[in-house]
Nanobody, 120 residues
């Protein structure tokens, strides 16, 4: 399984960014894929998840109404559209698989992530 994140950057509060996660390998035999983030000094946390087969999406409370997770099967890519960004969204964002709501996975490895910095 290979996952490569991109799309982060510096944005002002209220702005938007779209993150991309290009997936390859055996990721598609898993139930789905999730986006996670880790802010300085804090634990990594779940942000949003999507299931491959049934087109269902799941969000952390902090992301509901502002973030949208979607996928492009033809491009093997999962996106995280982030709108109305807040300073507390500042973090390194990662994607990982498998993802299945209600199941806590212990991932063996993480990619390099993509930095999102929201300024006031």
């Amino acid at each position: 399984v290979q996952l490569v994140e991109s799309g982060g950057g510096l944005v002002r509060a209220g702005g938007s960014l779209r993150l991309s996660c290009v997936a390859s390998g055996g990721v598609f035999i898993s139930p789905g894929l999730g986006w996670f983030r880790q802010a300085p000094g804090k634990d990594r946390e779940f942000v949003a998840g999507i299931l491959w087969g049934v087109e269902r999406t799941y969000y952390a409370d902090s992301a509901k109404g502002r973030f949208t997770i979607s996928k492009d099967n033809a491009k093997n890519t999962v996106y995280l559209q982030m709108n109305n960004l807040k300073r507390e969204d500042t973090a390194v964002y990662y994607c990982n698989a498998p993802y299945d709501p209600g199941v806590v996975y212990k991932y063996d490895s993480w990619g390099q992530g993509t930095q999102v910095t929201v300024s006031s």
